[in-house]
């Protein structure tokens, strides 16, 4: 039998953690001393030790772990445990990435003394063009690339013909922001004339005067863009006319590099 301290030596599991362990009925003692209150651990509980150890370093909470180890012999269902903790880390990695990038766009925006009009304002009047577009609701902002694949996926056989210049844009039709089950349309300006699909229409785009900002780098930029934008409307006598929406000269259907986004953040306006 192994006192408490050289078990928590041999299976690198600290005093404080084992008597959780027992607490949670995880991993109790061999033998409690009824009269010292001493844990007595054996040999054979190191394995047990080492694979609470393990899914614990693989982030799995211990109050899940119970569930887990009951399986732990089954390969099969093992791997699904396995497989969900991985898409659970997938998902959280993929948020991290966004906050660094936020970041690093901050700090680069406090380098130039924290300049919003840094960012180049313009007025000037987006032109008539026939477009594809697809609008429904989605469940949040980020999932804008379903409509995408709709577009692509419903006019494949159509052979598209790119409009000159080509537009690819997002319009943003809820008059606040929403956290979720937001409306969206996405459009590309094509040359031709196309039949509407069951998704897909076609039609023609009336020109509209705008208010814009060009910007290269990833979508967490895009507040401090809002904020360029909206300081200069209000300093120039405009005033919003229409929902908002983002032209993308450079987007993720071209790279895999957010810092080389390009986005054109747009907003319809008339003077006051």
């Known amino acids: 039998m192994l006192r408490i301290g050289d078990f928590s030596k041999l299976s690198r599991i600290s005093i404080r953690m084992l008597r959780h362990y027992d607490e949670c009925g995880l991993l109790k003692p061999e033998k409690v001393d009824r009269f010292t209150g001493y844990r007595y651990y054996s040999e054979s509980q190191l394995p047990l030790a080492g694979r609470i150890q393990m899914l614990k370093n693989l982030g799995f909470k211990i109050s899940a772990a119970g569930e887990i180890l009951d399986k732990y012999e089954n390969a099969e269902e093992m791997e699904q445990f396995l497989t969900i903790k991985k898409r659970e880390l997938e998902g959280q990695e993929q948020i991290l990435r966004q906050r660094i990038r936020q970041l690093d766009s901050t700090i680069e925006w406090l380098r130039k003394d924290g300049n919003m009009m840094g960012y180049d304002v313009s007025l000037k009047v987006l032109p008539e063009r026939y477009a594809a577009s697809v609008r429904q609701v989605i469940p949040a902002y980020d999932k804008e690339g379903v409509l995408w694949n709709i577009m692509m996926e419903d006019t494949a056989g159509l052979n598209l013909q790119d409009g000159n210049p080509c537009y690819t844009t997002a319009v943003f039709y809820d008059g606040e922001y929403k956290e979720q089950d937001v409306e969206v349309e996405v459009q590309k300006s094509v040359n031709g004339t196309y039949p ?67 986005t054109e953040v747009c907003y319809p306006v008339k003077k006051k």
């Not at 699909?197 to 009336?206: N, S």
């Not at 895009?222 to 300081?231: L, P, S, T, W």
């Not at 209000?234 to 080389?260: K, L, M, Q």
Request: hydrophobic share 30%; net charge negative.
């Open 196 to 262: 509407d699909t069951g998704r897909v229409k076609f039609r023609t785009l009336p020109p509209v005067q705008i208010a814009s900002a060009t910007y290269k780098g990833s979508y967490e930029q895009i507040n401090q863009v809002n904020e360029a934008v909206a300081k200069w409307i209000v300093d120039n006598g405009y005033e919003f006319d229409g929902p908002a929406f983002n032209i993308y000269h450079v987007s993720p259907h071209e790279t895999d590099r957010p810092e080389e986004y390009v």
